[in-house]
């Protein structure tokens, strides 16, 4: 596609459920990144995937958080028995080999009430 | 670990005057800065990036940063506002040997008519 495409655009939970983000990257890009954006906070490195390599897990908040990136290509970030202080936007990013460029998708708002 | 410090969280310049959005890293070595725009209600967008060269460096819409190594910062100018220039602005670091970009938590620019 001609952009990163990030889904659902929003997503409202109640506390306790598990919820799936998901991330269609630039065909042909092989590095795949997760933020997180909430209020105050900046953007807040989640995981990143670099084509078969394995991932850097190093920003994943708790064991509740998990990504997997599946053919290289679609990512899903998973959030188990979601909390309050989840509620945040989601941010994906992919880049092509050897570039130091991001491109950002639109992100989803997660709300967990 | 590489870390970046955006000290204000709101700048606000009165249009047609210049502007400076500050940036401080720490990397432990050689460092690749880049700013990204945030517009309401839409993705990060790059903005410029310093990899090596000149310290000095243009970017779109006008903007330009200047890498200074003994300060350790990266500030975001522009030599003349607009309204339109208002938004979120997130500095980030990368440090050479690592594929992940870190960011900064953002000022937001307020340019007054």
């Known amino acids: 596609g001609a952009g990163v495409s990030q889904s659902p655009s929003n997503k409202v939970t109640e506390k306790g459920k598990d919820v799936e983000l998901r991330c269609d990257p630039i065909?042909?890009?092989?590095?795949l990144y997760w933020y997180r954006q909430s209020l105050g906070q900046g953007l807040e490195f989640l995981i990143y995937f670099q084509g078969n390599s394995a991932p850097d897990k190093s920003g994943l908040p708790s064991d509740r958080f998990s990504a997997e990136r599946t053919g290289g290509s679609v990512s899903t970030l998973t959030i188990q028995r979601t909390q309050q202080e989840d509620s945040a936007v989601y941010l994906c990013?992919?880049?092509?080999?050897?570039?130091?460029?991001?491109?950002f998708g639109s992100g989803t708002r997660l709300t967990v009430v | 670990a590489q870390s970046v410090a955006q000290p204000e969280d709101q700048v606000n310049v009165a249009e047609g005057n210049p502007l400076t959005v500050k940036c401080t890293y720490s990397?432990?070595?050689?460092?690749?800065l880049f700013w990204y725009v945030q517009y309401p209600n839409r993705g990060l967008q790059f903005l410029l990036k310093y990899i090596t060269g000149d310290n000095l460096v243009k970017g779109s819409y006008g903007f330009e940063a200047e890498f200074n190594k003994s300060q350790t910062s990266f500030h975001l100018k522009k030599p003349s506002a607009l309204v339109s220039d208002s938004a979120l602005y997130f500095c980030a670091v990368r440090e050479w040997g690592d594929d992940k970009i870190i960011f900064g938590k953002g000022t937001r620019l307020h340019i007054l008519p």
């Open positions: 990013a992919s880049s092509p080999p050897g570039s130091d460029g991001y491109t």
């Open positions: 990397v432990s070595g050689n460092p690749y």
């Open positions: 065909s042909g890009h092989t590095a």
